[in-house]
Protein backbone atom coordinates (compact mmCIF):
# COMPACT_ATOMS: atom_id res chain seq x y z
CA UNK A 1 0.00 0.00 0.00
CA UNK A 2 1.14 3.30 -0.76
CA UNK A 3 1.18 5.97 2.22
CA UNK A 4 1.72 9.45 1.37
CA UNK A 5 2.43 11.78 4.53
CA UNK A 6 4.11 14.62 6.12
CA UNK A 7 4.81 13.34 9.70
CA UNK A 8 5.74 9.99 9.55
CA UNK A 9 9.04 8.01 8.97
CA UNK A 10 10.05 4.66 8.19
CA UNK A 11 11.34 3.49 11.61
CA UNK A 12 7.98 4.76 12.13
CA UNK A 13 6.15 2.31 10.36
CA UNK A 14 8.08 -0.60 11.06
CA UNK A 15 7.91 0.14 15.15
CA UNK A 16 3.76 0.50 14.33
CA UNK A 17 3.36 -2.91 12.21
CA UNK A 18 5.44 -4.94 15.45
CA UNK A 19 3.01 -3.23 17.73
CA UNK A 20 -0.40 -4.56 15.72
CA UNK A 21 1.57 -8.20 15.36
CA UNK A 22 2.80 -7.53 11.99
CA UNK A 23 5.82 -7.49 10.31
CA UNK A 24 7.09 -4.22 7.53
CA UNK A 25 9.36 -6.53 5.65
CA UNK A 26 8.77 -4.18 2.56
CA UNK A 27 9.13 -0.48 2.76
CA UNK A 28 10.38 1.60 -0.14
CA UNK A 29 10.66 5.77 0.21
CA UNK A 30 9.29 7.33 -3.08
CA UNK A 31 8.65 10.97 -3.53
CA UNK A 32 4.63 12.49 -3.25
CA UNK A 33 2.82 15.22 -5.37
CA UNK A 34 0.82 15.76 -2.27
CA UNK A 35 3.01 15.15 0.57
CA UNK A 36 6.22 16.05 1.66
CA UNK A 37 7.19 11.93 1.76
CA UNK A 38 5.65 8.49 0.19
CA UNK A 39 6.19 5.06 1.43
CA UNK A 40 5.54 1.99 -0.18
CA UNK A 41 4.48 -0.56 2.65
CA UNK A 42 4.05 -4.20 2.39
CA UNK A 43 3.11 -6.32 5.47
CA UNK A 44 2.96 -10.16 6.70
CA UNK A 45 1.07 -11.31 9.44
CA UNK A 46 -1.58 -13.98 10.40
CA UNK A 47 -3.12 -14.30 7.77
CA UNK A 48 -3.68 -17.91 6.10
CA UNK A 49 -2.99 -16.35 2.68
CA UNK A 50 -0.07 -15.94 1.21
CA UNK A 51 1.36 -12.04 0.34
CA UNK A 52 1.43 -10.91 -3.73
CA UNK A 53 4.65 -10.42 -3.75
CA UNK A 54 6.11 -12.72 -1.98
CA UNK A 55 4.49 -15.84 -2.00
CA UNK A 56 6.99 -17.32 1.20
CA UNK A 57 5.29 -14.72 2.98
CA UNK A 58 1.37 -14.61 5.26
CA UNK A 59 -0.11 -11.59 4.50
CA UNK A 60 -1.43 -9.50 7.23
CA UNK A 61 -4.94 -9.76 7.91
CA UNK A 62 -7.76 -7.31 7.32
CA UNK A 63 -7.53 -6.24 11.03
CA UNK A 64 -4.03 -5.76 11.05
CA UNK A 65 -4.08 -3.39 8.60
CA UNK A 66 -6.70 -1.38 10.04
CA UNK A 67 -5.40 -0.93 13.33
CA UNK A 68 -2.09 -0.64 11.87
CA UNK A 69 -3.48 2.83 9.86
CA UNK A 70 -5.18 3.47 12.32
CA UNK A 71 -2.11 3.72 14.42
CA UNK A 72 -0.46 5.92 11.69
CA UNK A 73 -3.46 8.46 11.38
CA UNK A 74 -3.20 8.79 15.08
CA UNK A 75 0.83 10.12 14.29
CA UNK A 76 -0.69 12.19 10.90
CA UNK A 77 -4.24 12.35 10.48
CA UNK A 78 -3.72 14.47 7.00
CA UNK A 79 -2.28 11.02 5.78
CA UNK A 80 -3.34 9.29 2.60
CA UNK A 81 -3.33 5.52 2.29
CA UNK A 82 -4.46 3.54 -0.90
CA UNK A 83 -7.98 4.08 -0.87
CA UNK A 84 -8.49 6.59 2.45
CA UNK A 85 -8.06 10.50 1.93
CA UNK A 86 -7.31 11.15 5.35
CA UNK A 87 -8.79 9.86 8.99
CA UNK A 88 -11.83 11.27 8.47
CA UNK A 89 -12.05 8.96 5.01
CA UNK A 90 -10.64 6.16 6.34
CA UNK A 91 -13.11 6.24 9.69
CA UNK A 92 -15.92 6.20 7.46
CA UNK A 93 -14.78 3.75 5.34
CA UNK A 94 -14.00 1.74 8.03
CA UNK A 95 -17.18 1.92 9.95
CA UNK A 96 -15.17 3.36 12.50
CA UNK A 97 -14.13 -0.22 13.02
CA UNK A 98 -10.40 1.34 14.45
Do not use: C
Not at 14 to 33: F, I, K, L, N, Q
Not at 79 to 90: L, R
Amino acid sequence: MRIHTDKINSGTIYDTARGVGAHAYRVEPHGSRSHSSAYEVNLEGSSPRRTQNDRDRYAATYDQWGHFLAALYSVDPSMQAGPYKNVSDFKAKTHGAY
